[in-house]
C-alpha cells in the first residue's frame, strides 16, 4: 500500500482522545454539581475519517472529516435542563453546564424525569471487538473505489454510473452520569459501494449495492460489489405491468430489515406510553407466528449495533424481544420506562443488533418455488406507515414470480396492508441474512397483500 495520511497512521490517537473525553466528562461532572445539580449526565463523541467518491473513473469529491461533541444535561431535582457545544475547552464547557443549569430553573418538575436507576448501570465491559482501524491511503481508497465501478461498467448492458465510493470512520464515545459511572467505546465503520445504470432499448434502469463492516477485511472486494450493482441492476431491464390483485409478497432481505423496524418502532416506549402504536397493550400476546423469535444480541463482536451500555449508561443484555411469536418485552429506555410502571430494558437510543429467528429457515430460491405465484420486492417508495393503526402502504419494484420462477421486473406498484395482519400472515423466513446493519433479517414471505398496478 501506499503511504497512509497522517489521519489514519496512528491507533493511540484514538486512545489518547478516549482518555481526554473521560477527564472532560469527569470535570463537567464536578461542575454541575458545584453550580447545584443534584443530578446530572454527560455525553461526549469524537470522529474522523475518509470518503471518497469517484464516477466514470474520475475523482468526484474526496474529504476527510473530523467532528465532536458535547452533550449536557442536568437535573434540579426532577426539572431538566440540556446544552451542547462543539468547543472542548474549559472555558466553553464551563459556558455550556451554566446554560444547563440555567434552563433548569425554569423548566416545570417532570415526575418522570432523572438518571436511569443506579442499580441498572453497567458494571461489566465485555470486549466486543469493534476497533479496525484501516491504514488506507488516499490514492488506494480512490482505486478501490474505481476498481468497483470499472467492474460494474465491463457488464454488456451497463452504459452509465452514478458512480461508486468507498468511506472509512473511527470514533469515540464516552458517557457519564452523576453514579458514578463513566464508560466509554471506541469503534471504526467501513463501507464501499456502487451505483450504476443499464439500457435496453428506451429503457433504462438504476440500482446499487454496497457492504459495510466494523473490520474493513470483512468487506466484500471491490470487484464482487461491482458485478452484484451490475447484475441486479440489469436484472431490472425489460419491465412489464402487473394487474391489481392481492398475492404473495415476499419482501427481499435488504428490504425486510425495515419491515422489522416498524414492529420495533411499534414496541418502542415512546410510542407505547402515548397510545401511538397499533401494538399498544400487547404485551404477552401473539404477533407473529410461533415459528419466530426476534432477539437481540448487544454484545455480538464485531457487531454493527453491539454496546456494552446504552445511552444513559444501562447495561445492555441479549433478550428476546418476540419469543415464539409472543411479545416478551418492550423497547423501553428509563423514561418511557417510568411512564409505564416498568424497568428500563437498556434500550435508551435504540436497539442493538438485532436478529430475526425461525424455526426452519429457507433459501431464496426455495422461498420462491413456496411463494408459487407472488411479488418479490426489492424497492420501496414512500412513507405510507402509520404506527397508530398500523396502516401500511408504499410504492414498490421487484419481480413477479409464476411456477416458482422468476418471471420479469416490475415496477410502479403499490402494496398495501395493516402492519399486525402482515405480521401474523408471515409464513416463512429465508436463511439469506443480510448482515450489513443493525437489523439482521433474511428475507420475509408474506401470505397475501393488496397489489396495485394497471
Request: net charge negative.
Given at each position: 500500500?501506499?503511504?497512509s ?61 473530523r467532528?465532536q ?21 474549559k ?18 418538575p ?18 466486543l471487538?469493534?476497533?479496525h482501524?484501516?491504514?488506507i ?9 474505481q476498481?468497483?465501478e ?15 465510493s ?8 464516552v ?21 450504476v ?44 405491468p ?25 414496541i ?11 401494538l ?34 444501562v ?38 443488533n ?26 420501496l ?16 419494484a ?8 422468476v ?9 398495501a ?10 409464513t416463512?423466513v ?9 437489523i439482521?433479517t ?13
Amino acid at each position: 500500500m501506499n503511504q497512509s495520511p497522517k489521519l489514519f497512521e496512528d491507533k493511540n490517537v484514538i486512545h489518547a482522545k478516549e482518555a481526554e473525553l473521560k477527564d472532560l466528562v469527569s470535570y463537567v461532572l464536578e461542575k454541575a454539581k458545584s453550580l447545584g445539580a443534584t443530578e446530572a449526565e454527560i455525553g461526549a463523541s469524537w470522529y474522523q475519517g475518509l470518503s471518497v467518491n469517484v464516477r466514470m473513473g474520475d475523482v468526484e469529491t474526496l474529504e476527510f472529516n473530523r467532528d465532536q461533541g458535547f452533550a449536557v444535561t442536568v437535573f434540579f431535582n426532577q426539572s431538566k435542563g440540556s446544552a451542547s457545544t462543539n468547543d472542548f475547552s474549559k472555558t466553553a464547557l464551563d459556558d455550556a453546564v451554566k446554560a444547563a443549569c440555567n434552563i433548569a430553573k425554569f423548566t416545570s418538575p417532570d415526575p418522570y424525569a432523572g438518571l436511569a436507576d443506579a442499580n441498572l448501570i453497567a458494571n461489566n465491559f465485555p470486549e466486543l471487538d469493534l476497533y479496525h482501524p484501516w491504514p488506507i491511503s488516499t490514492e488506494d481508497a480512490i482505486e478501490l473505489a474505481q476498481c468497483s465501478e470499472n467492474a460494474a461498467r465491463e457488464h454488456e448492458k451497463i452504459t452509465n454510473s452514478d458512480g461508486a465510493s468507498l468511506s472509512s470512520h473511527q470514533g469515540c464515545r464516552v458517557y457519564g452520569n452523576s453514579h458514578q459511572f463513566i464508560g466509554s467505546q471506541i469503534g471504526t465503520r467501513h463501507s464501499m459501494s456502487c451505483m450504476v445504470l443499464a439500457k435496453q432499448g428506451d429503457e433504462m434502469q438504476r440500482d446499487y449495492w454496497y457492504d459495510s463492516a466494523r473490520d474493513y477485511s470483512d468487506l466484500l472486494p471491490p470487484q464482487e460489489i461491482g458485478a452484484i450493482c451490475a447484475k441486479r441492476t440489469a436484472s431490472r431491464l425489460g419491465v412489464k405491468p402487473l394487474n391489481t390483485q392481492h398475492a404473495p409478497v415476499l419482501f427481499s432481505a435488504p428490504i425486510a430489515s425495515g419491515l422489522i423496524n416498524h414492529l420495533i418502532s411499534a414496541i418502542s416506549g415512546s410510542n407505547l406510553y402515548k397510545n401511538a402504536s397499533f401494538l399498544n397493550k400487547h404485551l404477552h400476546k401473539q404477533i407473529l407466528p410461533e415459528e419466530i423469535s426476534i432477539v437481540e444480541n448487544p454484545h455480538l463482536r464485531k457487531g454493527h449495533g453491539s454496546a456494552n451500555f446504552d445511552s444513559e449508561g444501562v447495561a445492555t443484555y441479549k433478550k428476546y424481544f418476540i419469543h415464539n411469536g409472543v411479545l416478551d418485552s418492550y423497547l423501553l429506555g428509563s423514561y418511557s420506562a417510568r411512564k409505564l410502571a416498568m424497568k428500563s430494558t437498556g434500550n435508551a437510543g435504540g436497539v442493538h443488533n438485532v436478529l430475526v429467528e425461525a424455526t426452519n429457515l429457507i433459501s431464496f430460491d426455495n422461498l420462491c418455488k413456496h411463494m408459487h405465484k407472488g411479488f418479490i420486492v426489492t424497492e420501496l417508495m414512500g412513507h405510507g406507515i402509520n404506527i397508530v393503526t398500523g396502516d401500511y402502504s408504499r410504492g414498490a419494484a421487484g419481480f413477479w414470480v409464476e411456477n416458482g420462477e422468476v418471471q420479469y421486473p416490475v415496477q410502479g406498484v403499490t402494496i398495501a396492508g395493516n402492519l399486525a395482519e402482515m405480521f401474523k400472515q408471515i409464513t416463512a423466513v429465508g436463511s439469506d441474512v443480510d448482515y450489513r446493519g443493525n437489523i439482521q433479517t433474511g428475507s420475509i414471505l408474506i401470505d397475501s397483500m393488496a397489489i396495485a398496478g394497471n
